[in-house]
């Protein structure tokens, strides 16, 4: 099997934050060819949006998969959680031999690892890829793991587009098992922050419960958490209820309760159905909107 160049076509599977991110990342080390299909596409309100992102970032944008993937060595998959098996389905048909497919995506291992029994059927060569913190902005320099029995090509091949992948493992699902088990601390913690400052706000205490927590752990700027994390909760909400649900899935795979996870879901879910502008990095105002939202 050849190895990946620059020269070599590129394709993604989802086109929103974290596609035009790399797009924009890589500068000099951007593939001559380079082609997308989202299927924000065949909605009619929002595909002259995704057409002017393709225009944007000078994306071949396409109809449907058959027309991204054509010629494609490398794919990336980059849709909500939920999507991810229906995305490596849609895809299989059209896929070529030796294609390297990473799913992007913030999958359980046991998702992924039916994604990857499709692709490898279809002749594509499965890894499961995990991007371990925000894409902005860090862009493509964001750190990511790479699993599965093709993770050696996969590794050669993000590195020819200056990317900074490292090896998880040579099975599928142990990238994405260190990712979900990591959303339950960090997705937890934004849907328990969110659930104690907006009841402290209500009942008028936000400054003293800060000023506690603070003196617990100093190591921590809450204010600043806090605020950040409604406004992951507020403007990716419901991308972050569809990874938690996944989290859900894997710990109740591992024998563990996952109360925590499920909850954490709802409530990512339920900040984000609120349809709230977060506004500017202020704790007080951010509160004050959701509030008046619930």
Request: net charge negative.
């Amino acid at each position: 099997m050849s190895e990946f160049t620059l020269s070599d076509p590129v394709a993604f599977i989802g086109f929103g934050e974290a596609a035009g991110a790399f797009v924009t990342g890589w500068a000099a080390a951007r593939p001559a060819t380079l082609s997308a299909f989202d299927v924000k596409t065949h909605q009619p309100a929002q595909r002259p949006a995704m057409q002017a992102r393709y225009d944007r970032h000078d994306i071949a944008g396409a109809d449907g998969p058959a027309g991204a993937l054509h010629g494609a060595a490398l794919v990336f998959s980059l849709v909500t959680a939920d999507q991810a098996l229906d995305a490596a389905a849609d895809a299989a048909a059209h896929i070529g031999a030796g294609a390297l497919w990473l799913d992007c995506n913030s999958c359980a291992p046991d998702t992924k690892i039916q994604a990857a029994q499709i692709i490898e059927a279809a002749g594509g060569r499965y890894v499961d890829v995990a991007i371990m913190a925000p894409v902005h902005p860090k862009r493509h320099l964001v750190p990511m793991l790479v699993s599965g029995p093709h993770a050696d090509s996969a590794i050669r091949a993000l590195q020819a587009l200056s990317m900074r992948p490292q090896l998880a493992g040579d099975r599928v699902g142990q990238a994405s098992s260190i990712k979900m088990l990591r959303s339950v601390m960090i997705k937890g913690m934004e849907a328990l922050s969110a659930e104690c400052f907006l009841a402290a706000r209500r009942a008028g205490v936000e400054e003293q419960v800060l000023a506690s927590l603070e003196g617990s752990d100093p190591d921590i700027n809450w204010r600043a958490r806090a605020s950040y994390n409604l406004e992951r909760m507020a403007v990716h909400g419901g991308r972050r209820a569809s990874e938690m649900r996944e989290v859900a899935a894997t710990v109740s795979a591992l024998g563990v309760p996952n109360a925590m996870s499920a909850a954490s879901a709802h409530w990512q879910d339920s900040v984000a159905g609120l349809g709230v502008d977060p506004g500017p990095d202020d704790l007080a105002l951010r509160l004050d909107r959701i509030l008046a939202a619930l």
